[in-house]
């Protein structure tokens, strides 16, 4: 295996991981001076416990119904208390709260410690060409009324660009919208509606090597928050068109259709689809879980990725570029959207111990990540639901998910607010690296990938 040379770091780095060896030191101090030996054992003890039986009752919330479901519930409410009841019966609170400070400072130092310079995190940015004729889409319901709310048609308008509102009557074939406009000579194509349309037109911009304008205009707005975009202001998004500079990002594709954002599969996709989630989301989902979640009730899936199978998940996510892995799910924030390959997350929880195994990031069973050029999700029956940007569809199995490196040219402003560096997930045997001041040598696949 190359290797690339041993690196310095940087002082300010090795004193912030010292520095959070020092708080967990002092985390286990304070409370053992108070307890001893045997008094910190049982505390460490009990507040495991109170964890383990909290998701527990958690789960057994999820997957049950009726009196036994809201048993669960004030189990899950009633472990931490009872902990904290046994804390005061000991004499013991003052020190196990101070013992929870420092060991939030340690997380904190540890973050700083690990957190890499944002140098080579930021995606390379192109000149935009002249362009003569914009043709942008505009949903005026999306986003609670942002297009209106902004006065965006006008503005887009007085910059030079056609617009087409979302209107009505009745519903408005989009692809037929932008592909008209093509065949009419526009060089540029642009939506200001939710992820779901920028996905569609999206797809014909790259058809065509056209350039794509992005209006965080939607409801969420996850595209355009990773593109760096303003969520708040979707005004901003169109000073692009006087002053911008061109990405190069890829797509998602889920046999043939383009997705910008990830495409889900199992418990979601299930209750997404039934008539009864868009008047009683709540209802529809507590109704819903049990059989999913145990498997009594929708499709089994059969997922593959990356040489890994995973069979029987109630849950699969595909995204068009890895998510930070810093959280559980690792459903976070996507810091580039070039690295040429789809993140995959499988969530297996059919029994009470995978989800408490989920605790342990398990890799057989519990949650499964990995980035991959592929992705196939199988299962029993001849079509699944999957939730693509957020909308409800039915698919032919095997569902094959593919990336397109590169494939979509997005004119954003020059001045923009930017994609922040993500959170460093905890490597406590990286930390240890940092904390004597010198980097472990990396394979050149692992330096490449960052």
Not at 269 to 274: D, I, R
Not at 283 to 293: E, N
Request: charge should be neutral.
């Amino acid at each position: 295996m190359t290797v690339v040379p041993f690196e310095e770091v940087p002082s300010t780095r090795r004193w912030w991981a010292r520095a959070a060896y020092l708080a967990v030191v002092c985390a286990v101090l304070v409370p053992l001076t108070a307890a001893g030996v045997a008094g910190i054992v049982a505390l460490l003890l009990t507040g495991a416990g109170a964890v383990v039986v909290t998701v527990a009752g958690i789960y057994w919330f999820l997957i049950s119904r009726g009196f036994l479901r809201w048993c669960a519930l004030a189990l899950a409410v009633l472990a931490p208390l009872v902990v904290v009841f046994l804390y005061v019966q000991a004499g013991l609170l003052l020190e196990v709260m101070i013992a929870v400070a420092l060991v939030s400072v340690a997380v904190v130092c540890a973050r700083a410690a690990l957190r890499e310079p944002r140098a080579g995190s930021k995606m390379t940015e192109y000149p935009a060409p002249a362009w003569r004729h914009p043709f942008l889409v505009m949903n005026p319901r999306s986003g609670g009324g942002k297009v209106v709310k902004f006065d965006l048609q006008r503005k887009a308008e007085e910059l030079g660009a056609e617009v087409a509102l979302l209107e009505g009557p009745g519903q408005v074939d989009v692809d037929a919208l932008a592909r008209q406009a093509v065949e009419r000579g526009a060089d540029l194509l642009g939506v200001a509606g939710g992820d779901g349309t920028q996905a569609l037109v999206a797809g014909i911009a790259a058809e065509h090597n056209l350039p794509f304008l992005v209006i965080s205009a939607g409801t969420r707005n996850h595209f355009a928050l990773d593109l760096g975009l303003d969520r708040e202001d979707p005004t901003g998004c169109l000073d692009a068109l006087r002053d911008g500079v061109e990405l190069h990002v890829d797509l998602g594709k889920i046999n043939g259709r383009t997705f910008v954002n990830n495409s889900s599969f199992g418990v979601y996709a299930e209750v997404v689809q039934s008539p009864e989630y868009r008047d009683d989301k709540t209802g529809t989902v507590l109704q819903m879980l049990p059989d999913l979640i145990k498997g009594d009730k929708g499709a089994r899936l059969r997922a593959q990725f990356d040489g890994t199978t995973v069979d029987g998940p109630q849950a699969v996510l595909v995204s068009n570029g890895p998510y930070g892995s810093h959280d559980l799910a690792g459903l976070g924030r996507r810091t580039r959207l070039d690295r040429g390959v789809l993140g995959a997350v499988a969530l297996s929880a059919s029994s009470t111990r995978e989800a408490v195994g989920l605790l342990r990031r398990a890799t057989k069973r519990g949650l499964v990540q990995r980035a991959a050029v592929e992705v196939v999700v199988d299962a029993d029956v001849p079509e699944i639901p999957v939730g693509v940007d957020g909308e409800a569809l039915l698919i032919p199995t095997p569902v094959r998910c593919t990336v397109e490196p590169a494939a979509l040219r997005v004119l954003v402003p020059r001045k923009r607010p930017g994609v922040p560096p993500a959170q460093p997930a905890l490597d406590l045997i990286r930390l240890r690296e940092v904390a004597w001041g010198r980097r472990a040598a990396l394979s050149v696949a692992e330096a490449a990938s960052g």
